[in-house]
């Protein structure tokens, strides 16, 4: 629990900081805090979890490898931000203590044990994206995204958090251990209880970008800043998704009858919807943000098809899924300084000119795609065993067809990279950025080639 | 000794290869091919010809899930070895007249790649195989479309989402078959025992089917394959045609057929047709066509067709012919591209008509020219022969309903005629004739091209006269896999 604490204090520490202008100081002092927080996280790795604080937070082990793999993330956004923020604004302090308020909120989300602490979570969480989304204060596109994601958001909540009082009104209580007693007590749950069910499943929906909730996704992460779109889309999603299957898997087992057609419907929507139209987009940028809503339909698989090895599923896609997308992000925000554009085009060339650069790009988009000896492949390949064991075999055989339409788009990079020429001089890759490209490179291909390292965590 | 040896040199060798300067990386690479060919060679001399698996490993990979990391020869995998590990140096060797830039990273996929190949020709654990199939399928993407022709770019990705496409069939195929495993795992053995029912047995077919049909090509799934031959570089066509394809048959052989039996048998008379119709349909086109690569690609599609009518018979005869009709079809092909790499090369055109009296200025490329061609129509004393006329045995075997048989042996056996049309008429329209101006600057073969053709010539000539050593080292395997796989007829 020290973890939450130290994530808590450190973005105060970093606004003294900021108060007294050692902004040099601040991204040491940020990695240190979270390094530490994250060796305190591990520490207490197969202790025998009780929840804490009246009964508030469990920080067991799902909620350890969860915290691991945000903060980590976090980490290598952040090592990605040197020279970002400067160049927007002359409050940097501000900006990585919103991140780790944010990272504070995440952890929150993880390990909650009460309906009352997810809802914290996500909105300590979420008020943080708000602010974060609209940091180019002069960009209109930037305002935009902070206003539309504050609509959405503000809304969505609005639904969880009905749900959470319907289910409250039937069970009498917040704790998910009598909400679990409550559901095991009446199988045949009242209708009161599955609207409660249904709402979450909106909200939290709207929170992971799955369709048809997803409207405000590719907008918000056009708008928003590279950087903290590489945040939303993988912490953030990463976190979603935890708290998503920690819910329903502690609370909701029993009644799977109910709600699997439900998130059946949505999963299967959210793979075409986010494949299909991420075909059409010529912005890099925007590719990106439909894939992220397609993977949130692999995401999902593992709640549809809830068991045992679900939480080993979601830690193994999220974590394949967030690294590759950090050197999509890394790289975009490489490109998009040289040419000024996200599109598709921007990218022709770049093997000839950084050979380096469009080999981890490609590794990134190979593993997005779910390609063998990747992490992605590894992470669908878990989602697909998940769901055959589940005998959802037309859901894994639409997925399969949406991988190979992922194909198209995903190679689209590549192709630009390889096979298209333009008269190009070399990207400078600062050395922050070649040590996040390297870990994240090596991490992918790691867990490509042997998972077990890391699907032994949980 | 185990089969890690094999599979995990031209890991390595890729990796170092791929680190070196143009120049170096291709004596670098073929030294790590020879190595590699000789280490086969080895394992050949060891090798037991019986019906066992040998020099198999087995260790835990991903044990929580079933998945361990086992391979292992036996008689099948063993042609297959040879197969790979023979054409690789050759394929190297073929391009030493090449300037390619970026020769570290061409040589390195080259390597990468044979080291999937093998993965698939010896895996035993169903996710090992479908790794090392989609192991084998990046580098030749990568290869194709870096290095190819001017349509490279649209071309490979259809060839790749293609592919992709069907391995993705089967991967839920072999997900599917483990959670069906008593034991959990993805052990080919214990996939062999499970026993499903036929309708079971059926989804699983098609499951495996269109992933090694996509892969052979057969009809009807074969339209990615002329286009990417002809833009692929060459030795990107030759490992292709020369070993890729081969994952497919091999495929059948040890993972669809015995997997599928009872599905197997519901569909066998439609394959066998698919089959011959491809066979029939490919010759045709391949009468009309100008581009000499171009027909040797389709006449490729004919003789994989009639390989998979052998094996879909699956007869003691037919299998035997498809095990040693690959390896032949392998030499025959690279060879045979090779030969218009060196046309193409020295006269910058592949269009036939422009062609003619190549033998008058070029005797000795005629002559290897010539015995490649007689060994693709199958020649008696050409390894061609003995591979088709097993087949040809084999499909007239296989007796599903009376007469059936004996038209599809017939038909099949157009393969032959045809062939022999298309080729000698190549032949004839590209080597004889009056020699042009454009032919009359041909000059011929020597240095690695003379090696590269004479190596060819020679195991053509070799094991068209004395095949058996080949067929014993598979002889004991068939005939048990046969024997535990005996398939109903009805």
């Known amino acids: 629990m020290n973890t939450l604490i130290i994530i808590s204090v450190l973005p105060i520490v970093l606004l003294y900081l900021g108060l007294y202008k050692a902004t040099k100081s601040l991204l040491p002092v940020t990695i240190i805090g979270l390094l530490v927080a994250l060796g305190l996280a591990i520490a207490q790795w197969n202790n025998v979890a009780l929840p804490i604080y009246h009964g508030m937070m469990m920080f067991d082990n799902f909620a350890i490898a969860f915290s691991g793999i945000t903060i980590i993330a976090t980490i290598l956004i952040l090592m990605l931000s040197k020279g970002y923020f400067d160049k927007i604004s002359k409050h940097v302090a501000e900006y990585y203590a919103i991140i780790l308020f944010s990272l504070a909120g995440i952890i929150v989300m993880v390990s909650f044990y009460n309906l009352v602490m997810l809802f914290i979570g996500i909105e300590i969480m979420s008020v943080s994206l708000y602010i974060l989304a609209g940091i180019k204060k002069s960009d209109f596109a930037s305002n935009e995204a902070a206003l539309k994601y504050f609509l959405m958001g503000a809304f969505s909540t609005g639904f969880l958090l009905f749900g959470i009082t319907l289910l409250y009104g039937t069970t009498g209580s917040f704790s998910l251990e009598v909400i679990r007693d409550w559901v095991l007590a009446h199988p045949h749950a009242d209708p009161m209880f599955y609207t409660g069910i249904v709402l979450i499943i909106v909200g939290l929906c709207f929170k992971v970008g799955a369709a048809p909730f997803h409207f405000w996704t590719p907008d918000v992460y056009e708008g928003a800043p590279t950087l903290i779109t590489a945040f939303m889309s993988t912490v953030v999603k990463t976190a979603g998704f935890a708290a998503f299957l920690r819910l329903f898997s502690a609370c909701f087992a029993p009644l799977s009858d109910f709600w699997v057609p439900v998130l059946l419907v949505i999963t299967v929507i959210t793979l075409f919807i986010g494949n299909i139209t991420a075909l059409y987009q010529q912005s890099f940028k925007r590719m990106l943000a439909f894939s992220s809503i397609s993977h949130a339909g692999y995401l999902l698989f593992a709640i549809v098809a809830l068991g045992s090895g679900s939480a080993n599923s979601v830690f193994i896609y999220a974590t394949a899924y967030s690294i590759a997308s950090i050197i999509a992000f890394g790289s975009l925000i490489l490109v998009q300084q040289q040419s000024g554009s996200d599109n598709f085009e921007s990218f022709n060339g770049l093997a000839k000119s950084n050979p380096f650069l469009a080999f981890v790009l490609t590794i990134a988009m190979l593993s997005l795609a779910g390609i063998p000896l990747t992490a992605g492949f590894m992470g669908k390949f878990f989602m697909f065993s998940g769901a055959l064991a589940k005998y959802h075999v037309w859901l894994v055989i639409i997925a399969v067809v949406n991988a190979i339409i992922s194909i198209f788009y995903y190679f689209r990079v590549i192709i630009a990279m390889y096979f298209r020429t333009a008269d190009r001089t070399e990207l400078v890759v600062p050395a922050y950025y070649k040590v996040v490209f390297i870990i994240s490179a090596l991490v992918t291909i790691l867990i490509g080639v042997y998972p077990d390292f890391i699907a032994r965590f949980i | ?490």
């Open chain 2, 1 to 490: 000794m185990t089969v890690s040896i094999l599979i995990f040199l031209p890991v390595v060798a890729a990796v170092i290869v791929a680190l070196l300067k143009n120049g170096i990386a291709k004596h670098a690479a073929l030294f790590f091919s020879v190595a590699e060919l000789v280490i086969a060679g080895l394992f050949l001399s060891k090798f037991i010809p019986d019906a066992t698996t040998q020099f198999a490993i087995d260790v835990p990979w991903i044990p929580k899930f079933g998945i361990y990391f086992s391979a292992g020869i036996d008689g099948i995998s063993m042609v297959m070895v040879l197969l790979t590990t023979l054409l690789v140096p050759l394929i190297v060797l073929s391009t030493y007249q090449h300037k390619y830039n970026n020769e570290g990273a061409f040589y390195g996929l080259i390597l990468f790649m044979q080291a999937g190949l093998l993965v698939v020709f010896t895996a035993l654990d169903g996710f090992l195989f479908y790794v090392g199939w989609e192991a084998a399928l990046i580098p030749i993407y990568f290869i194709c479309a870096l290095w190819g022709g001017e349509n490279r770019i649209r071309i490979t990705i259809k060839f790749f989402i293609y592919t992709f496409a069907g391995s993705l069939f089967m991967l839920v195929g072999i997900i599917y078959l483990y959670l069906q495993s008593p034991g959990k795992t993805y052990d080919i053995h214990e996939f062999y025992r499970i026993g499903l029912d036929a309708k079971h047995q059926s989804l699983v077919f098609w499951a495996f089917f269109l992933a090694f049909a996509i892969k052979m090509p057969l009809f009807p799934f074969h339209t990615w394959q002329p286009d990417t031959y002809t833009e692929a570089p060459t030795a990107g066509t030759m490992l292709l045609s020369g070993i890729m394809l081969k994952m497919g048959i091999y495929g059948v052989i040890r993972w669809l057929i015995p997997n599928a039996p009872l599905g197997f048998v519901h569909w066998q008379a439609l394959v066998m047709i698919l089959a011959v119709i491809g066979i029939i349909y490919a010759s045709l086109i391949a009468f009309n066509q100008k581009d000499g690569k171009r027909l040797v690609a389709y006449s490729s599609i004919a003789h994989v067709g009639l390989i998979a009518a052998g094996i879909f018979a699956w007869t003691e005869v037919g299998v035997q012919g498809a095990m040693i009709q690959m390896l032949n079809h392998g030499i025959n092909v690279v060879g045979m591209f090779f030969i218009w790499d060196i046309i193409s090369r020295r006269l910058n055109t592949r269009d036939i008509s422009q062609l003619g009296g190549i033998a008058k200025v070029a005797p000795k490329f005629s002559i290897a020219f010539l015995i490649i061609v007689l060994g693709t129509v199958g020649l008696p004393l050409t390894n061609g022969f003995v591979g088709e006329f097993l087949l040809l045995n084999g499909v007239f075997e296989y007796s599903a309903y009376h007469y059936f048989n004996i038209a599809l042996a017939a038909v099949a056996g157009l393969t032959i005629i045809f062939g022999a049309v298309y080729m000698l008429r190549m032949y004839k329209n590209v080597m004889q004739g009056e020699t042009n101006e454009l032919t009359a600057t041909f000059t011929d073969i020597s240095g690695s091209e003379k090696l590269t053709l004479c190596i060819i010539c020679m195991l053509i000539i070799a094991i068209g006269i004395y095949p058996h050593p080949i067929l014993h080292i598979s002889e004991a395997a068939v005939n048990n896999l046969i024997q535990t796989i005996k398939i109903k007829q009805y």
